[in-house]
Structures are given as C-alpha cells and as structure tokens.
C-alpha cells in the first residue's frame, strides 16, 4: 500500500479533527456529520454553563469534545467497513 493511498484513506479523520462534521461531509454522510456537530455545540454549551469559573478550557467543554472524539471513532467506523466490503467484492 503506498503512502499516498493511506493519506487518502486517513483524510477524513484529518478533516473532523480539524474542521467537526466535515469528515463525515467528505465520506457522503452529510447529515450525520450536521447531528454530531449540532450535539458537540450543545454538550459544549452545557458543561460549560455546569463547570464552575476555574476549570480548564477542556473541562468546561469536555462535553463537545466528547463528541468530537466519538465522530472521529465514527469516521474511522466507516472507513474501515467501506475498506472490508471492498475487499470482500473482489
């Protein structure tokens, strides 16, 4: 497998990690990636309003980032059953 094939393979989970839903934008789910990143702002917003002043950045969001780490396992779902129907084709 060469280097460049892997790098295609590994660009969505890039993506999500840096931009929340646009992974799953690039793998055909649209819609998926629309919900969890709807469910990341909301997570967010209600751990930071239930964490107290002097908690850190990620503790006050923890609840996004929760999420953005389930959408990454998520990708990474996908990729991996797309990869195995493809080998099971030939």
Known sequence: MSIFS???ESSPIFLA???PGSG???????ARG???LLWMVVMGFITYN???ENTSFIGRYSGGFAILILSVLDID???????QQ???AC
Request: hydrophobic share 50%; aromatic share 4%.
């Open 6 to 8: 892997r790098l295609k």
């Open 17 to 19: 990690i840096m931009l």
């Open 24 to 30: 799953h934008l690039v793998l055909g789910r649209p």
């Open 34 to 36: 629309f919900i969890l």
């Open 50 to 52: 239930l964490s107290d």
């Open 77 to 83: 779902t996908i990729i991996r059953k797309r990869k």
């Open 86 to 88: 493809a080998n099971t």
